[in-house]
């Protein structure tokens, strides 16, 4: 093994495989250490720490450590309507995080409400689908085959 002795950033080095922490420099690593290990950890085991009811309808928007001002705050994003639910399981949430990592992590939870926005656009769209078959089958001169097309999408609005 050679030992290098010229590297800024480390002291030692063996040659050959070493991890990628290791590679990273100083200062990433205090970011990440104080940060991103905590959130990514929190993402990892959302659905272990929260359970499936809430897994489904919230999620981790950010974590703020503490400093001297701040308390250390976990920013959950909640669909609309289920604020109640998880505003009562927020002790719950709480505890089982600062168990997971073995000491006090968190502090308060902080929620941002979120619209269903995938629902309501396909709502939006199936308006526009309605209106252009509407225009559409009063275009046509016959009759017969425009009252039997109103029929048909009669048909197709009650399934």
């Known amino acids: 093994m050679n030992f290098k002795y010229n590297i800024k950033q480390r002291t030692n080095t063996i040659q050959g495989l070493r991890s990628f922490k290791d590679t990273l420099p100083k200062n990433i690593k205090k970011i990440i250490n104080k940060k991103g290990d905590i959130y990514s950890k929190i993402l990892d085991n959302w659905k272990y720490l929260v359970g499936n009811e809430l897994f489904k309808v919230c999620y981790p928007k950010s974590y703020k450590g503490s400093n001297r001002l701040n ?3 976990l920013i959950i994003s909640v669909r609309r309507g289920y604020e109640i639910n998880l505003e009562y399981s927020n002790k719950i949430i709480i505890n089982k995080i600062n168990t997971f990592f073995g000491y ?8 941002i409400k979120f619209e269903d926005e995938i629902q ?10 309605k209106n252009r078959f509407i225009k559409k089958i009063s ?6 085959i425009k009252n039997s097309l109103h029929e048909l999408t009669k048909l197709f609005k009650q399934r």
């Open 71 to 73: 308390s250390s705050t």
């Open 104 to 111: 006090d992590v968190l502090e308060k939870i902080k929620l």
């Open 120 to 129: 309501e656009n396909k709502k939006k769209e199936k308006d526009l689908k």
């Open 139 to 144: 275009t046509i001169k016959n009759e017969k």
